[in-house]
């Protein structure tokens, strides 16, 4: 597939990556609850407000259920919506408050926030063509047919909105690496790396600043996000896979697995119309009409 076609092929298909994000985080809210289904104790509310504790009770079946939703793309927004006061609620009460104990305990509200940001996406834009709602043409929310036809039109607009998200955490965490070098590298030292990897992930806060940056901004993006990928595949596969039966390492490793994830997506998708990228190609083109992809 030569660049101009693949390019065309990207300008009918942004819709398709984003309904991917969906299904990817439907699954894994599924796993979630199906996962403290089996291990309530591990939810961490001990000496939790009553009112908590009752919550706690429907939170797994929340998860299940409305991760099957999301994944599926039925009742798509009501299934996002019932989603967020459970994450609100483990954000603030739960992980927050233990923010400072460690560098697990500060990647588990990093998890949390990246999962309610990616909600309440998915609150607003609905399913998209890999839904069974639009395989069966089924009518499962009562958003406005404008509304929807909008939140289709701008889906590389909300591939934007992950972009910059995702920019600014790896901007904020090679922040809080370069000011923690020490708890840094007390963390590496407890987990058994080849040393090759040990070597490269001091390389770790330069790599989260530049390419938070161009993700901020939409500079040379995938490019950016590529950079990334070798960092997190390695963190998976030597760092949490290896010690997930512990809760608070398992949270950590779906955090790191999503943003991998996400970053693969943004490989493929590149930047939307609100980006560098985007504007440097459509000054090109201004000059260069014969360069425009065409389609088949």
């Given amino acids: 597939m ?4 693949f390019c065309t092929w990207l300008e009918t298909h942004r819709h398709f990556l984003l309904d991917l994000v969906r299904i990817y985080l439907g ?22 407000p009553a009112w908590m504790t009752a919550g706690a009770q429907i939170a797994p079946w929340l998860h299940i259920v409305g ?5 599926l793309g039925l009742f798509t927004r009501i299934a996002a919506i019932i989603q967020i006061p459970v994450v609100i609620t483990a954000l603030l009460y739960l992980h927050l408050p233990r923010m400072a104990q460690s560098m697990q305990a500060r990647e588990a509200v990093e998890f949390s926030a990246l999962v309610l940001f990616l909600l309440a996406i998915f609150a607003i834009v609905g399913a998209g063509p890999l839904s069974v709602a639009e395989r069966f043409h089924i009518r499962h929310d009562f958003a406005p047919a404008r509304f929807r036809e909008w939140a289709h039109l701008h889906a590389d607009g909300f591939m934007d909105a992950i972009r910059i998200y995702l920019g600014l955490g790896l901007i904020i965490k090679g922040l809080y690496i370069m000011n923690n070098q020490d708890q840094f590298t007390q963390f590496l030292q407890n987990n058994a ?3 090759g990897l040990l ?18 901004f939409g500079f040379a993006t995938r490019i950016a996000a590529l950079s990334q990928l070798p960092l997190l595949i390695g963190a998976l596969f030597y760092i949490y896979l ?44 201004a000059h260069h009409p014969e360069a425009i992809p065409t389609r088949a």
Avoid at 2 to 5: A, E, G, I, K
Avoid at 67 to 71: F, R
Avoid at 199 to 205: D, E, L, M, R, S
């Fill in 2 to 5: 030569t660049w101009n076609r």
């Fill in 27 to 48: 699954v894994g809210l599924f796993i979630k609850g199906i996962f403290y289904l089996q291990n309530p104790a591990l939810m961490g509310i001990a000496g939790a």
């Fill in 193 to 195: 790396m080849p040393f």
């Fill in 242 to 285: 290896p010690s997930f039966t512990t809760l608070e390492l398992r949270q950590n490793m779906e955090f790191t697995a999503l943003v991998l994830f996400l970053l693969s997506v943004i490989a493929v998708h590149g930047s939307g119309r609100y980006s560098v990228d985007h504007a440097v190609q459509r000054n090109y083109f």
């Fill in 199 to 216: 070597t490269a992930a001091h390389y770790i806060i330069p790599a989260h600043f530049a390419g938070g940056l161009m993700l901020l």
């Fill in 67 to 71: 991760g099957l939703l999301l994944a």
